[in-house]
C-alpha cells in the first residue's frame, strides 16, 4: 500500500504545549519505517504548516473558542492534503498533534468518498460545540464539527455542510463524556460503545458488532480516528487529557487488529501524543509499538 504521511504538529487545540512535537519525535524514533514494514511505501509529506501564535491571542478570534482561525486555516489546509491523498490513491496517514485535526481530516476524506464513516477511538467523545465545551479547546469539537453541529467556521470548513451522517459515526472506549455531549450523542442517536459497556458486554462484541455495522451500511469508506487516551492512564502519561478505567495495550492492538484487518479503513488520525509530559519514555514506545502493529496491518 501508498501511505502518504501527513504530520500536524498543532497544539492550540488543547492548549496545551507539547502536543505540537508529537509528529517530530515520532519521525526521529522511526514512524516512516514503521509503517512501511519492508512492504508499504510511505511518502513523508512533512508536516502542514503551524504558525506560531502567542498565548496572549488565543481568544483574539472568539471568546468561546481558542485559536479559533489560526486553527481553521491549519485544518483546511490538512483537508486538501488529505483530499489530494487519497485523489493520488495513497492511504493518508495523519499524526498529531491534538484532536482539533479531526476536523480536516474528515472535511479532506469525506470530500473524496460519496458516505463516509467514522470511528472514533477515544477516552472523550469530542463532541462538544462552542456552548457545550467546559474548557473552550477545539480539540473537544472535532467530531460535533463534522456532523455540522458547532461554530459555522469549523462546520463548513474546506467544503459546505455536515461532513458525516450520525448513523456513520461510532465512538469507543468513551469514558468521559461532558453533560452537554450526552445530549447530543442521544439526539443524535449516535453508535456509543463506551468503556462501561465494553465492562457489562465485552470489547470483542463492541468491535464485532461495529464491523457489522459497517459491512452492511452503505459506507464506501471509514476513517480511523485513534486518539491514544484510550489507553489507561497508567499506560500514557504524555498525553494531555489522561483518564483512568481504559483499555490496556493488547486489548488496544486487539482493536486496530480488527478494525484495520476488515480493510474498511481508507484513512487515519493517530493523535495526542504530547512528548513534554511523558514519563520515561513510556508513552513514545507504547506509540511505536503501536505503529509498528499498524503497519504490518496497512
Ligand atoms: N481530544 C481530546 N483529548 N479531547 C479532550 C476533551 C476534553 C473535554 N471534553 C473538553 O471538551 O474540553
Ligand atoms: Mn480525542
Ligand atoms: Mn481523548
Excluded at 101 to 107: C, F, P, T
Aim: proline share 4%; with cysteine.
Amino acid at each position: 500500500m501508498d501511505i502518504n504521511l501527513i504530520g500536524v504538529p498543532v497544539q492550540y487545540g488543547c492548549d496545551k504545549d507539547g502536543s505540537q512535537e508529537g509528529p517530530g519525535r515520532l519521525r526521529e524514533l522511526g514512524i516512516k519505517e514503521a509503517l512501511e514494514n519492508n512492504r508499504n511505501t510511505v511518502y513523508d509529506m512533512g508536516n502542514i504548516f503551524v504558525p506560531n501564535i502567542l498565548p496572549d491571542l488565543k481568544y483574539k478570534w472568539h471568546k468561546k473558542m481558542k485559536y479559533l482561525n489560526p486553527l481553521v486555516e491549519i485544518n483546511k489546509n490538512l483537508a486538501h492534503m488529505v483530499y489530494c491523498s487519497l485523489s493520488a490513491n495513497c492511504f493518508p496517514f495523519v499524526v498529531g498533534g491534538d484532536h482539533s485535526l479531526g476536523i480536516g481530516s474528515i472535511a479532506g476524506a469525506s470530500k473524496y468518498f460519496d458516505e463516509m464513516a467514522v470511528i472514533w477511538v477515544d477516552a472523550h467523545g469530542d463532541i462538544n460545540d462552542l456552548e457545550t465545551s467546559p474548557s473552550g479547546n477545539i480539540h473537544g469539537m472535532p467530531l460535533a464539527a463534522s456532523l455540522g453541529v458547532g461554530h459555522s467556521s469549523i462546520t463548513n470548513l474546506y467544503y459546505e455542510g455536515r461532513k458525516i451522517k450520525p448513523e456513520n459515526v461510532y465512538i469507543l472506549g468513551a469514558r468521559d463524556l461532558d453533560p452537554g455531549e450526552i445530549r447530543l450523542i442521544e439526539k443524535l442517536n449516535i453508535n456509543l460503545y463506551t468503556i462501561d459497556y465494553i465492562n457489562s458486554n465485552s470489547l470483542d462484541g463492541a468491535v464485532k458488532e461495529i464491523l457489522s455495522k459497517l459491512k452492511t451500511s452503505n459506507v464506501d469508506s471509514v476513517h480511523l480516528s485513534f486518539d491514544i487516551d484510550v489507553f489507561d492512564e497508567s499506560l500514557v502519561p504524555g498525553t494531555g487529557t489522561p483518564v483512568k478505567d481504559g483499555l490496556s495495550f493488547d486489548e488496544g492492538r486487539y482493536v486496530l487488529d480488527e478494525f484495520m484487518g476488515s480493510k474498511l479503513i481508507t484513512s487515519m488520525d493517530f493523535v495526542e501524543l504530547n512528548p513534554a509530559l511523558d514519563q520515561d519514555n513510556k508513552t513514545e514506545i507504547l506509540c511505536m509499538d503501536i505503529l509498528r502493529f499498524i503497519g504490518e496491518l496497512l
